[in-house]
């Protein structure tokens, strides 16, 4: 079982930014594609982002693309999501997630078998 821990979610003024991590106790980690989910009350899990297990390819869900920067450190088993120009219709419960196997541009939550618990980003007007 892969175990993803989630940190870095707190409230912040519009405009801000925000570093998520999502650590992990894989190694190797390079073998796992990482995504990035969220869920606002009320609405269904989004994709954010995806990253490749070497990290050189990435690829971001098209309202998020210039305002959110996935990366990772492969020798630290961290995925990180860079949040940008925060706005309040991005407060939502943050996931990471991995998958041995498929594309990164797979969106689909149900394609990834290890989670998260998340954490709590709040963005105030």
């Known amino acids: 079982q892969v175990q993803l821990v989630e940190s870095g979610g707190e409230l912040v003024q519009a405009g801000g930014s925000l570093r998520l991590s999502c650590a992990s106790s894989?190694?190797?980690?390079?073998?796992?594609?990482m995504g990035w989910f969220r869920q606002a009350p009320g609405k269904g899990r989004e994709f954010v982002a995806a990253?490749?297990?070497?990290?050189?390819?990435?690829y971001y869900a098209d309202s998020m693309k210039g305002r959110f920067t996935i990366s990772r450190d492969n020798a630290k088993s961290t995925v990180y999501l860079q949040l940008s120009s925060l706005k309040p219709e991005d407060t939502a419960v943050y996931y990471c997630?991995?998958?041995?196997?498929?594309?990164?541009?797979?969106?689909?939550?149900?394609?990834?078998?290890?989670w998260g618990q998340g954490t709590q980003v709040t963005v105030s007007s």
């Open positions: 990253i490749s297990g070497n990290g050189a390819n990435s």
């Open positions: 894989e190694s190797p980690f390079n073998i796992y594609i």
């Open positions: 997630a991995a998958r041995r196997w498929g594309s990164i541009m797979d969106t689909i939550p149900g394609t990834y078998p290890y």
